[in-house]
């Protein structure tokens, strides 16, 4: 048996591959741009058309707002609030070829954050076909496993039916964040849960929420390559009409997974096949805890520690005591807080790549 040099050159191709023309900056970015109050602007340099945009201002309270393309130009939701989808025109926010626009009202004069994926092949599936009970339609990417799922549920409180939804990928999703387009609390589903009877929220009006049992979100039943499944409760099956955003772990671009922590300044290191370009985070088996968000754009360098919450609509906050490091091969915990490394705390986790492993720099 021929044995190769131990080296990163001999690692597997990753499925995202740089060395054949296809990179994880082809499918995420990450903007930071400084607006002026009753300006016009435009940012770009993502070096594609992004079908999902997340914003939000760094310096200041102001809501996390998403838009997307399934939807519509300058269709906003809000993850930090209950709050309906919103129409505000395209001249509030557009989606461009290669970054974002905004209008003279959308912002005002401070700094901001946008976080932005291609999802890109639109799909419409009726009833009754690949395994759905009810009609979904959305934009999907199969390379890099994300897709934008629109569909209408019959729940309008907790008395809807049992349904599946097509969702446009070619293997079962690890995460998935829900939110109903009329005025109610979306859910998130994720792989690293004690198992799909147990759902998580993006906001609550009762306070930040660790995972709970209930069968009335995904109706106990884990996702499939085709479909994923809502269970009666309004917060994944409104009959007002629903958004999903779907995402699997490809090699070398994104992983989704859970850890546990150890309480320690030395804390656990959690292995992604790649250096981390954007780290969300959430503590599961205890309430108290907010999500999280970095990414290497605010903290170019190590220890990590400009923190936003999707939760809340506060400022970025520079927590210098809580550090992490984004390593060529995953990210590790260096605080003993309770929000990441609490002792035998249970964590998920989404990342998305700046590099594969094999092709990754020391920072």
């Known amino acids: 048996m021929a044995y190769?040099?131990?080296?990163?050159?001999?690692?597997?191709?990753?499925?995202?591959?740089?060395?054949?023309?296809?990179?994880?900056?082809?499918?995420?970015?990450?903007?930071?741009?400084?607006?002026?109050?009753?300006?016009?602007?435009?940012?770009?340099?993502?070096?594609?058309?992004?079908?999902?945009?997340?914003?939000k201002a760094r310096n200041t309270t102001q809501s996390h707002q998403l838009f997307d393309n399934v939807r519509g130009d300058g269709v906003r939701l809000i993850t930090n609030s209950s709050s309906a989808s919103t129409d505000l025109g395209a001249t509030y926010l557009s989606l461009e070829d290669d970054g974002i626009d905004y209008g003279s009202s959308t912002f005002s004069s401070n700094t901001y954050v946008a976080w932005n994926w291609k999802a890109g092949t639109s799909f419409s599936n009726s009833a009754g076909t690949n395994g759905a009970s009810i009609a979904s339609s959305g934009s999907a990417n199969t390379d890099s496993g994300f897709s934008i799922v629109s569909y209408t549920g019959d729940s309008t409180g907790t008395d809807g039916t049992a349904s599946t939804v097509y969702h446009g990928l070619s293997q079962a999703p690890e995460m998935i964040m829900f939110k109903p387009l009329d005025t109610y609390d979306g859910a998130v589903y994720h792989s690293g849960l004690t198992s799909a009877s147990y759902r998580l929220v993006l906001f609550s009006a009762s306070g930040t929420l660790g995972e709970a049992s209930d069968n009335g979100f995904f109706n106990g039943t884990a996702p499939t390559s085709s479909v994923f499944s809502i269970g009666s409760r309004k917060h994944t099956n409104s009959n007002g009409g629903m958004i999903a955003y779907c995402f699997h772990s490809v090699e070398g671009y994104s992983k989704f997974g859970s850890y546990t922590g150890n309480g320690s300044t030395d804390g656990p290191f959690v292995y992604t096949g790649f250096r981390p370009k954007m780290l969300i985070w959430k503590r599961t088996d205890g309430s108290g805890q907010s999500w999280e968000i970095l990414d290497d754009q605010r903290d170019p360098y190590n220890g990590v520690t400009h923190y936003l919450y999707p939760d809340t609509s506060g400022a970025e906050n520079n927590a210098t005591a809580y550090p992490?490091?984004?390593?060529?091969?995953?990210?590790?915990?260096?605080?003993?807080?309770?929000?990441?490394?609490?002792?035998?705390?249970?964590?998920i986790y989404m990342a998305f790549a700046e590099n594969p492993f094999k092709y990754s720099n020391a920072r």
């Not at 992490?324 to 964590?347: C, V």
């Open 324 to 347: 992490q490091d984004f390593l060529s091969n995953g990210f590790k915990i260096r605080h003993t807080g309770g929000s990441a490394n609490l002792s035998g705390g249970s964590y």
């Open 4 to 55: 190769l040099p131990l080296s990163t050159a001999n690692l597997p191709d990753p499925a995202i591959d740089p060395a054949q023309g296809s990179s994880p900056e082809d499918y995420f970015g990450t903007l930071l741009f400084t607006a002026t109050a009753g300006v016009a602007g435009s940012v770009t340099g993502l070096g594609f058309a992004p079908d999902f945009s997340w914003t």
